[in-house]
């Protein structure tokens, strides 16, 4: 057993058990309630997925024999656990704005980094149009904004 705290995310294992048909488990708990499938009799490896939100989450594996019988080599097994956070996007910030020479206007662009972003340009708050698209960090020069009597920038994520 375990507990995972850095969700949400996907959790994968592998599992397998070799015990008397109907009576004897693998089981697979998710805050100490029962999971779909479990497994019993003798089942090869295959590999279970959950998806799992924020938050704190215990995880526990329990094998559960019966005083009758047994069969094959009585037993379960787990492999492989992995829980992959999923990756939350940052929105972006635009920081160090500047004015530069001839009328340009530039900023850094930053965010969660690798992820891909896009830069907009509006004169009225009302139409935005995309200026420049890249992955953070970056640098956002716009050349012509010295061309507009005011120009009002704003980034999103690009996905």
Same mark, same amino acid.
């Given at each position: ?51 799992? @939100? #924020?938050?704190?989450?215990?995880? !526990?594996?329990?094998? =559960? ?9 009585? !037993? ?8 992959? *956070? &999923? ?13 530069? #020479? @001839? ?5 850094? =662009?930053? @965010?969660? *980094?690798?992820? &891909? ?9 009302? &139409? ?7 992955? #953070? ?16 920038? !704003? #980034?999103?994520? @690009? !996905?």
């Amino acid at each position: 057993q375990t507990t995972v705290t850095n969700g949400p995310g996907t959790l994968t294992f592998w599992w397998s058990v070799s015990s008397e048909p109907g009576y004897d488990y693998l089981e697979f708990y998710l805050h100490q309630i029962l999971q779909n499938g479990r497994i019993s009799g003798e089942v090869n490896w295959n590999q279970q997925t959950f998806n799992m @939100g #924020a938050g704190s989450h215990s995880l !526990r594996w329990r094998y =559960v024999k019966d005083i009758g019988f047994s069969s094959g080599q009585d !037993r379960g097994w787990v492999d492989q656990v992995s829980f992959v *956070p &999923t990756s939350v996007v940052q929105p972006p910030t635009l920081v160090s704005p500047r004015y530069l #020479a @001839g009328g340009s206007f530039g900023c850094e =662009v930053i @965010g969660s *980094p690798g992820a &891909t972003y896009v830069v907009l340009g509006s004169t009225d708050l009302q &139409t935005w149009m995309p200026l420049f698209t890249n992955t #953070a960090p970056f640098t956002f020069t716009d050349p012509l904004a010295g061309q507009f009597p005011s120009r009002l920038y !704003r #980034a999103r994520s @690009g !996905r």
